[in-house]
């Protein structure tokens, strides 16, 4: 059995605060607000990137189409298809961040704002942009100490790769499909090298 519980990642004792940072602010606005929706939009915006590997151009160009969560091949709890050069099907290893993928594709169910079919849009329905979520990131991380900040959006990815090398039992070509790279030809992170055995890689 794969060990793929999200709070024992390697990394998530890093990123607790941040995470928590989400419930306190959800809970200064009533659950039918616009400001409520806003923020369970970010959370899991940046939970795509953390816990599916994605980068924040990827996940912004998410259609629902893309999300099939019924589909259950083994050690997944169903899939994202990412169209881009490099097309792949992405299985998410830590299954509690799909809870909050689940519940925000229910609040936008019957939204008649979605552009273009996009997940995530504005409030007026706009495309989003990766410098409109790093304000976004900026915005949380005020509420956090310096220590506690998430300084980068693409901290999140790096985050996600570190983990799952960690991951005893999953095969090279699974990481190398999640991630979008081949791992054994690029130059490593020596932070994201779980030990002396594993072939890593540089991701950006």
């Not at 940046?46 to 924040?56: E, K, T, V, W």
């Not at 169903?78 to 609040?107: C, M, W």
């Not at 999640?178 to 030809?185: K, L």
Request: net charge positive; aromatic share 14%; with cysteine.
């Amino acid at each position: 059995m794969v060990e793929t519980s999200f709070y024992n990642r390697f990394t998530y004792p890093k990123t607790k605060e941040f995470w928590d940072t989400f419930d306190k602010t959800s809970e200064e606005y009533s659950s039918d607000s616009l400001n409520y929706i806003t923020v369970k939009r970010d959370k899991v915006i940046f939970q795509l990137c953390y816990s599916y590997g994605l980068r924040i151009e990827e996940v912004l160009n998410l259609a629902l189409i893309d999300c099939n969560f019924s589909s259950q091949p083994p050690e997944s709890y169903g899939s994202i298809y990412i169209q881009n050069v490099n097309s792949r099907l992405i299985y998410p290893v830590f299954h509690e961040a799909t809870e909050d993928v689940r519940k925000y594709l229910d609040i936008i169910s019957t939204d008649n704002k979605l552009c273009n079919n996009k997940i995530f849009t504005t409030i007026k329905g706009n495309i989003l942009s990766k410098h409109y979520m790093e304000n976004r990131l900026r915005f949380y991380n005020s509420k956090l100490s310096l220590i506690q900040r998430i300084e980068s959006i693409n901290l999140f990815r790096q985050y996600y790769i570190a983990d799952i090398l960690r991951i005893k039992g999953l095969s090279q070509s699974f990481i190398n499909n999640q991630i979008g790279n081949n791992i054994t030809n690029n130059q490593v992170y020596l932070h994201l090298q779980p030990d002396k055995t594993c072939i890593g890689g540089r991701y950006v």
